[in-house]
């Protein structure tokens, strides 16, 4: 066998071997993801045990239940609402009703599917006859709304009404000439990709204003295929 063709064959094991697989002394951490699943779950439970032990809230004495979230904690997407109506109110659950028929119907229309998303509210008690909730309210409840948005960590937020904004833009806006326009929310130095649009709510009894809907829409899945966001 010729010294050339060993040193070919040398090279071709070094390729196939010595580049492909590398060895540590230390073993894979599989555990990891979960743990950090895990840890999520855990601080997402501390999270609506903190809103549930609030004091003198009217919100929270005139409703029946706490009505935290649904959808994906892993999602990248973040829906943020205004507050609990009457039939979420009863089933402990946002966009149950009618407006969340709708917003459901609205995610189906870009290819989307709320199970795959994660939504919450602004504040997570049904105000008193459906009245939208007051200014002291929005930001006596922006602490935690921060704090679930840090948990969550989505690369894209939607914020559904004029309470959501307010809350993290304040009460100096006009939805109608902010909706559509991609913002950034910065909360403890971190960035979060965000855009405001109508409420489902707002839609059942505007229903002229669901073309302006749609145009939100079509940029919010615009922005999903551009950030190759797994849904």
């Excluded at 950090?36 to 501390?46: A, F, G, R, S």
């Excluded at 706490?66 to 659950?93: A, H």
């Amino acid at each position: 066998m010729s010294k050339n063709y060993l040193n070919q064959r040398n090279k071709v094991d070094d390729f196939l071997f010595k580049s492909k697989f590398e060895y540590e002394n230390q073993p894979i951490n599989r555990l990891k993801k979960v743990e950090i699943i895990e840890n999520k779950q855990e601080l997402l439970k501390k999270l609506k045990l903190k809103i549930e032990n609030l004091k003198d809230c009217e919100l929270k004495s005139n409703a029946n239940k706490i009505v935290f979230s649904d959808g994906n904690e892993e999602s990248s997407v973040m829906i943020i609402g205004e507050g609990p109506g009457q039939k979420e109110d009863e089933l402990g659950k946002p966009f149950v009703g009618d407006a969340g028929v709708l917003l459901n119907k609205m995610l189906a229309a870009i290819n989307l599917d709320r199970k795959d998303i994660y939504i919450t509210n602004v504040v997570s008690y049904r105000p008193p006859s459906n009245r939208k909730p007051e200014i002291k309210e929005i930001k006596r409840y922006s602490e935690y709304l921060y704090e679930h948005v840090e948990i969550i960590n989505p690369k894209m937020i939607i914020l559904l009404g004029s309470t959501a904004m307010e809350a993290f833009f304040g009460s100096n806006l006009k939805i109608s000439k902010e909706r559509g326009i991609w913002k950034e929310i910065l909360i403890k130095n971190k960035t979060f990709l965000t855009m405001i649009t109508f409420h489902p709510a707002y839609l059942l009894r505007q229903t002229d204003q669901k073309k302006y809907s749609w145009l939100d829409l079509k940029e919010i899945r615009k922005k999903i295929d551009e950030l190759k966001i797994n849904l």
